[in-house]
């Protein structure tokens, strides 16, 4: 069983209460009795996002008697996008990070790594279609996690939303962009969206985004692996603030 996962009804409540970090909620479809009232009433309380779904994920995430919740804590402390913002309130410059579906464990740690190496303000993730925080991440940012704040959304298009409100520019990297990074003033507050390699950013979030630009790439290579290109942005951005 992996370490950060917990399962059972008394275990995951007495673990909620104890106010540990909940990384990822799993609760069985039509959940029901006095613990499972008792379970969502504490969720609503402490803004605890979860996933209703069918038993049969929850018995391939644990061969035991899980009681219809699994849950995975998180080594860290994650946030709403309202209390990651409220953070920055008073910050020279604002940068986020918004990741839209990237899910291995590596990639994100690698641009935790690089998004404290250039003062990013903090990193916004969905609640589903995400890599989890376990200790592979930590691992891959080399105890960058601790070092920046991080908060999980329902929807990206939320954030987005709640960002530009407040004066904050959206930017998406796509490699079928026209413009590119270096003609973009990075010296603003912004938020950077990137997507998967494989799906990219999805539609929406484009759609909903100030501007979309790309990186210079020679014609002997598509693409970057996407940690790589969120820490040319990032470093661009630097290099731009630094002038």
Known sequence: MKK????????VLEAINSGQNIDKLFVQNNLKGQSARQLFQLLNQKNILYKTVPVEK?????????QGIVAFISPVKVLSVEELFEKNVYSPYKTYILLDGITDTRNFGAIIRSAVATDVSGIIIPENNSAPINEEVVKASVGGIFKIPI?????????VYLL?????KIFSASE???KLVCKTDLRQDFALIMGSEGKGISKNLL?????????????????????VATAVILYEAVRQRLE
């Open 4 to 11: 950060n996962l917990i399962y059972g009804m008394h275990p």
């Open 58 to 66: 929850l018995n391939r995430l644990t061969g035991k008697n899980h």
């Open 151 to 159: 908060a999980r959304t329902k929807h990206l298009l939320d954030a």
């Open 164 to 168: 530009q409100s407040n004066g904050i």
């Open 176 to 178: 079928k962009a026209d």
């Open 207 to 227: 759609k909903n985004s100030d501007e979309v630009f790309k990186l210079p790439m020679s014609e002997k290579m598509q693409s970057l692996n996407v940690s």
